[in-house]
């Protein structure tokens, strides 16, 4: 692709005489990247078609960074890069490409749901790292989840994980005696005053209630991405009407706030 060609042509050129391009390693790009991954986050969360492609084009150039940085220590170079991740697609797409079985035969196995999909990943990526020689340890169910992961979407994908190998609640509905349990249990030691088991109690509670949310199709971090969002909304509504009033948030009333806030709210169904 031409535009593809002339990324890597400029980011060449920025790498050779901008002193800030030359001195940039994997490791001090790495907060730079999370911080552009982050902002891609943000513009898919407001829809915002023409930030999408922006920050679409900030998390390539890094992409194309660290490849330039590979190809400069002889390791590797972008197109060994995009050969590695169409290598791995099809490997791990078996029931679209088909595969070599132990006999020697050329199968193709039937998936039709999302759900049989994600299973038979989790088969091929352990076959995978049986190939590679991974060692046992690193070759368990749950070893393919960055430890670096939000909290919120490790429990997610944690979960997800056990449950391609059949660890889960037979029916959805199952799952809320335990969310019920765990949150009794929270109470009990935050009466107690125990902070640091009703800590460990509270990190129970939102496991469970993430395990409720996978269990109904819910992404849990979208949710409360979605939930963050209308509170940041509400309190800004309601500094601006103070603000109007010349006055300062902090010199509302409890009831003032909540008068606001509930405006803020019926706002939000009229849109």
Not at 40 to 59: R, S, W
Not at 79 to 104: Q, S, W
Not at 233 to 255: F, H, M, N, P, W
Request: charged share 35%; with cysteine.
């Amino acid at each position: 692709m031409q535009a593809f060609s002339r990324l890597l042509d400029v980011q060449e050129e920025l790498r050779e005489k901008c002193p800030w391009d030359h001195k940039q390693t994997n490791e001090s790009l790495r907060p730079h990247t999370i911080e552009e991954a982050f902002e891609l986050c943000d513009a898919i969360m407001d829809g915002d078609t023409e930030e999408i492609q922006k920050e679409m084009g900030d998390v390539m150039e890094h992409l194309v960074f660290y490849a330039m940085i590979g190809k400069e220590q002889g390791l590797f170079d972008m197109g060994d890069v995009l050969t590695k991740e169409a290598d791995k697609l099809v490997f791990r797409h078996p029931h679209i490409y088909g595969y070599t079985n132990e006999r020697g035969e050329h199968v193709k196995p039937e998936c039709k749901t999302p759900d049989e999909v994600s299973k038979l990943w989790e088969r091929v990526k352990q076959i995978e790292r049986q190939k590679k020689g991974t060692p046992e340890k690193k070759q368990g169910v749950l070893s393919g989840v960055p430890r670096s992961l939000p909290s919120l979407i490790m429990a997610y994908r944690i979960q997800d994980k056990a449950s391609n190998v059949g660890f889960d609640w037979e029916k959805p509905e199952d799952v809320w005696q335990k969310v019920y349990e765990e949150i009794d249990e929270l109470k009990a030691e935050l009466e107690k005053g125990n902070k640091e088991n009703s800590e460990r109690e509270l990190g129970d509670v939102i496991f469970a209630l993430v395990n409720a949310a996978r269990l109904y199709h819910i992404n849990p971090d979208t949710a409360l991405e979605l939930t963050n969002r209308k509170f940041t909304s509400r309190i800004e509504y309601v500094e601006q009407k103070a603000r109007e009033q010349g006055r300062d948030i902090k010199d509302l009333t409890l009831g003032e706030m909540d008068r606001y806030w509930e405006e803020a709210k019926k706002l939000e169904t009229e849109d």
